[in-house]
């Protein structure tokens, strides 16, 4: 959910990398609302620096369904996400937009299918961004630990990588394998070592 901006026509289409949010830039606690919850994966504010320094805008977009659910307000994922932004300041690193889906099929029957599209696996906070920024999807990534992350990065011509944390057991791996998608232990890893060597 986002509020309209003047659309990015006539600009030079740039190069984005999307990532996803619990389990790339923080480790999944569950339901991560308030700012002690949140921790850093290792490297994840280097591999974001990395991308600021090379060009790349950072565009983040997660689910979160604890707002669906009651868990926590909308209000309360923004506020951690300025605490993201700050620490992220502090070494000169920054996230260009944060995209949240509140929704939940569960909880929102009768929704505007074009909201619910905004939860991954859909593409609309994708192409929101697209058009906000002038994003060439072509030359753009997406990381993420979950397949419902990569099958919008494979929808939109992006290059998937994948990042075997937490939920790794229970991604259908066969797909991630078949779909030829490289797989990290860390964000920072998957910079380094897919990322970084394809601009060589
Ligand atoms: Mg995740």
Redesign the pocket.
Known sequence: MTPSYPSAVGRKPQAAFFL?????LNI?HDFVHRPEQWDWCPGAIEAVKWMNDHGLLVVVVTNQSGVARGRFTLEQVEALHAHADAELARHGARVDAWYVAPWHPKFHEGLDPALLDERKPGTALFRQAAERFGIDFGRSWMA???TS?LEPALALGMRPLYLATRHHAGQDREWIRRNGIPTHATLWEAVRESVIPSYL
């Open positions: 996803d949010r619990d389990g790339t999944d993420g630990d979950k992350d």
